[in-house]
Each structure stands twice: as C-alpha cells, then as structure tokens.
C-alpha cells in the first residue's frame, strides 16, 4: 500500500509514537511563526527555559495583529519583541510589513516542512505542501526549544477537486463549499488532502484561501501537493531552489474520499454568526449592504486585489457603502502600486487600511450599529467584528466587489461584464527591508520591558479532591472570542491579571468577578459547556486567563483541538459528559465535588463528578495521554518543566 501525502511528511519528522490514528505522536518542527497578539505570551515562556538562541531552522516573529497604537501598551509589546528577537536568534517581520500567513507564504514557506505557529490559521502553509499547525503559544515556545510538538495522529480524508471553477466563483466559494459539507464541528483529529484534476486549475494564494479556511471545519490542517503550480509561486518569488516535488502515491490509503466539482460550485456566502452558516449569494435577495472589507490573512493576495480593482475600474463605491481595504502584505501593497492598480482601488473609493490583521480581530473598522458588514476574512463570530449586534458575512473578493459596486449583496455574475483575468507576474517586486534578520553574536542584547508586560501565571498542583461551583454554563459553539475578547481588549495580552477581567465578557460580563469572589472563597471553579467548545482563535489567553480566575475544569459535551491542548498545559482538566443529556440538569451556582481525582487521572477511567446542590451524580471522561497526565498532575506545563 502506497503512501499518502500527510504519511509522508509525518514520517520524516516522526520523533516518538507510530502513525496509528488516535494515537500521541511527537514530530520535529522545523519552523516557528508567531504574531503580537500571541508571541508575547509565547517568548516570555520561551525566556523562562533559560535557553541562547531558538533551535529552529527558522522562527518568524510577525507584528501584525495590534498595530494600532492607541496608549503606549502595544508599542510597549512591539519592541519587546523586536528586542527579544535580536537576543534568540528570531527574524522580525516588522509592523507594516504584513500578515504572517501571506508573508510567510511568501518569503519563508517551504515544501515538505513542518510549521507551528502561534495563530489557528497557521495551516495556510499546506498551499505549499507543507504541515503547518496551529498551537498554543507554549506549544511554539517548546518547539523553539528543540522539543517535539504533540499530537493526535490524524485520520486524512482526501478532497478530490475535479474540473474549473467558473468566471465569478472564486477559491472563496470552493472552501465556503467544504464547510457546507463538513461544517465546523466532528473534524477534530483529521486532516485534508486535496488532489484531483482541478489541482493545475489553482494557483498558489487560491490554494491558501482553502487551505486557510480549513481551520474553520476544525481540522488539523490541510495540505497539497507541491506541483508545477507551487514551482511557479517560488519562482516568481525569487525562491526556486526552496522547490521541492511532493505528492501522494497513486495507490495511498485514506479515511474517506470526498469528490468536489468546481463547475458546479456557485457564488456562496457564510450568514451570520457562523462560518459554516452557508448560503447562496442569489438567495440572499438583494440585502442591503453597509460596509464591505477587503483583505485578510484569507483573501488579500495580489490576484484577489488585482480582480477587484479590475471590476471596480472607473466606478466609484456606492454611497452607503464604507469600503475598506487591507492588503496582505507589503509586497502586495508594493506590486500593486507598480502595477497601477492600487491607484485604481483608491479612486473607485478605497479606504486604505495597514498591511495588518485589522478589521478581521475588531481591532478596527468596526461596522456601525446593525450593520450589514461583507468581509473577505475567514470568520464571522458574534461580537468579533467590535459591533455586537452587526451581521457579518463572509463572501469572495467578487462578491465583495459587487456589493461595492451595487450597495447590496449581488451575485457577481449578474454585472453583465466580462469577468476580469488576472495574469500572475513571473517576478514579483520584492522588497525584504522590513524584514530584520539576526546577528550571531546575540549574547549582549537586552530584553526591553514595558510596564504591561509580565510573567506568565502558574496553577498549583492538581488537588486530590476538587470543591467548586458552576461559575458559568454556556451553549454550544463557544469560540475562544467569546472565552477572551480580541479587538479593543487584546492589547492587554501580555497583563494576564488585566486581560482575565474580560473573560467571557460578551457572554455574561459578571463572569470575572463572579468566579474571583469563588475563588476567593476558597473553591474553584468550572465550566460547562455544549458542543465544540473552544472553537477559533489558537490564543492560549482562553485558558490562560480563566485559570488565573481559578478555573480547575470545563466539563463539555466536545472540545476543540486546539484549546483541548492550551487547557491541559496550563492545569485545566477538559472533561466530557460520558452521557450528553447530564448536561441539562447542571445549573451556574451548583456546588460540584470531584473526589480522588489525582488517582483517577493517574490511572485512568471515568470521573464520577457529584453534584452537591441537586443531590445527583454523573460521569464524565478525560481522554489524555501519558504526557498530558503528568502535565494535568503538575499543575501545567510550567510547573511540569521546573521540575524536571
């Protein structure tokens, strides 16, 4: 039996377990990203390990997330980054240079790598056929150290794309397709492999847009084939040599095989407040729109920006609508302008916003009151765009540029015009001068502090009994921005004791206090939840901060991989109702009582939880592996690691 494409590069940086689905695997990472918004966290943990320089063939630190300067806190964090790149031996992307994703893409992706990176849409690097993961921050933090990265070895289920896609259907509506099939939930544990005919159909960044949204089905990652496609991208990046061909054996084994028309998709869009809240572009009746955005890590590529411009050549934005646009990277920007066609978008009345993250994490341009917002970006959680009660969409850049043109939501391919085409440059301008490279010698620089930025917190040892209340019960789909608010509130991410009086602010935003005076009384607290709880965001504040206010456990009916990871290396034990219907009679303030749990979590087998105040009991599981248990034992990874 042949090999499959995920098979392969696993195999070659197999450090410790068997590629036996479900089992813990440990893998070499060859590279490291990070961005402000989690880097911070993630290089104080990584100064904790008292090592010279990171073990990585490259660390990438990028300033993309916080660039808005409002108070001196995100300065602050920008040049304690820039300052402790210098001393570990990590390249600085500097702000304005652009969006880790598309940069990285750009400049230091490489096929058959691996790649962790402190952000959830990190496995936008399977466009070049790499495995690229999103963790935690102290995930990253270990893998700068030489240390293996941890894992469920997946299932692959092979994505077959067959055909062409269609004038005015774009990569956008292809993932927005698998999300239609897959949904955001029940994919934790696997990854995508994408293969078929349709492959030499689809550049580079088209790729990206896939492989980005991937994350939103909750998969591990997603790869392709590095193919004539992806030694064309290099090429025109100056990166030839980096050209490696992958593919999977022709006779490769996979879970499940999943076959995808392109003709046959049509202009899609995903309605509020969920990615996988597919819809088509035409059923949603000319809705009026407000405000369009254009960019993000998803579509803010040259060809996304170039078939924009291109529609919107010698019109102007309708009245009512606010035009945003934030391209995805310096390089972008920079051939765009060359080309002409950045001069063309600001006529057509562009607002030109930073090569940054910007309006995709609310930290800025948020929509007005009830707004009708069309994004280009790759979520659309409540509340996440900084106007609780506006109604994001996630469309295309076609679909985005026919609601600039028309002021309503429009299927592109009613504008009676030929559809634009867009010829990628053999060579793109490139220009690497905000890029900052490390010197060798790094032993005399200096780690520059601001006054926001503090230690990472520890949790205490697991207890052998757990005596805590309910100090929240929240439903299914609870995203890591509903645990911990981005936006107006991240800049707080390196003040742990701040960020934590934030946790589930738009949810119940009596939450902090709450479980501060439960703590205070000398119980713990725990979370209950419903399905696929810590969905989204890789930032580890989501389990950070609730342990700071005492959290001890979530009991849930799923988790999310991702946050499942973050739980357990900072002391929070992920539990799950062994029978889903128990969920139901939990109510916030029921005294819950957890005996012998030190033992159990030893040896295994199900936690008999008592509840005190109902006079009922109920079972739950904690599937944790060797490692985890001694984390979870310890109290946390940091703790874990001092005593070794």
Request: charge should be positive; proline fraction near 4%.
């Amino acid at each position: 039996m042949g090999k499959n494409l995920v098979e392969k590069i696993l195999e070659r940086h197999l450090l410790s377990g068997n590629l036996v689905y479900k089992e813990e695997i440990g893998i070499r990472i060859d590279q490291t990203l990070t961005q402000d918004a989690t880097g911070t966290m993630a290089y104080l943990q990584f100064e904790a390990m008292n090592l010279p320089k990171v073990k990585t063939e490259v660390s990438v630190s990028y300033i993309d997330h916080n660039t808005i300067q409002v108070g001196f806190e995100n300065a602050d964090d920008h040049l304690y980054l820039q300052s402790v790149a210098k001393k570990f031996g990590i390249v600085l992307s500097r702000a304005g240079n652009g969006i880790c994703h598309q940069v990285h893409l750009e400049r230091f992706g490489v096929p058959g790598k691996t790649l962790i990176g402190s952000d959830s849409h990190t496995p936008t690097g399977g466009a070049l056929g790499m495995i690229a993961i999103g963790a935690g921050g102290l995930d990253v933090a270990l893998a700068m150290a030489g240390k293996p990265f941890y894992l469920t070895c997946p299932k692959v289920i092979k994505i077959n794309l067959a055909g062409k896609l269609k004038p005015w259907v774009s990569a956008k509506d292809v993932i927005l397709k698998i999300l239609q099939i897959f949904t955001t939930k029940g994919n934790v544990g696997t990854i995508f492999e994408y293969g078929g005919s349709g492959l030499k159909t689809l550049s580079v960044p088209e790729r990206a847009t896939i492989a980005n949204m991937g994350a939103e089905c909750g998969v591990t990652t997603s790869v392709f084939p590095s193919d004539e496609q992806t030694l064309k991208f290099l090429a025109a990046q100056k990166r030839k040599k980096d050209f490696v061909k992958l593919e999977a054996d022709k006779d490769a084994n996979y879970s499940k095989i999943v076959e995808i028309d392109l003709s046959k998709i049509e202009p899609l869009t995903s309605k509020p407040h969920s990615p996988d809240n597919i819809a088509t572009v035409k059923s949603m009746k000319k809705l009026l729109v407000n405000q369009v955005c254009l960019g993000s890590c998803t579509n803010s590529s040259y060809k996304d920006l170039v078939t924009v411009a291109k529609i919107l050549k010698g019109k102007i934005a309708h009245p009512q609508v606010s035009f945003i646009l934030a391209p995805g990277s310096r390089q972008v920007l920079e051939n765009l302008a060359k080309d002409g066609y950045l001069a063309s978008l600001i006529s057509s009345g562009a607002r030109l916003m930073e090569n940054a993250c910007g309006f995709c994490i609310g930290n800025s341009q948020s929509p007005q009151s009830g707004a009708v917002s069309l994004r280009t970006s790759n979520r659309n959680f409540l509340g996440r765009s900084g106007t609780k009660d506006a109604d994001i969409y996630l469309v295309s850049p076609e679909t985005a540029a026919a609601a600039v043109l028309t002021g309503k939501f429009t299927d592109p391919r009613e504008l009676k015009k030929p559809y634009p085409q867009v010829k990628l440059p053999k060579t793109f301008l490139i220009d690497d001068s905000l890029i900052e490279w490390p010197k060798r010698n790094t032993s005399s620089e200096k780690i520059y502090r601001g006054p926001n930025i503090g230690a990472p917190p520890k949790n205490t040892e697991l207890p052998e009994i757990i005596v805590a209340k309910i100090a929240i019960k929240v439903g299914d789909k609870i995203t890591t921005d509903h645990i911990i608010p981005a936006g107006a509130r991240m800049k707080y991410r390196s003040n742990i004791p701040k960020y934590a009086e934030y946790v589930f602010e738009n949810v119940d935003d009596s939450f902090a206090s709450r479980a501060r005076r439960i703590k205070e009384s000398g119980k713990q607290n725990i979370i209950v939840a419903g399905l696929s709880y810590g969905q989204g965001s890789s930032r580890e504040h989501a389990a950070i901060c609730p342990m700071y206010l005492g959290v001890r456990a979530v009991i849930a009916k799923s988790f999310e991989r991702i946050h499942t990871a973050n739980l357990v290396n900072f002391g929070i034990l992920p539990l799950t109702f062994i029978n889903e219907k128990d969920y139901d009679q939990l109510e916030q303030d029921d005294e819950l009582i957890i005996a012998s749990i030190r033992d159990i979590i030893s040896s295994g087998g199900d936690i008999l939880i008592q509840n005190k105040t109902k006079g009922i009991s109920f079972n739950t599981s904690c599937v944790l592996s060797a490692r985890q248990r001694k984390i979870i034992l310890a109290g946390g990874a940091l703790n874990l690691r001092d005593t070794n």
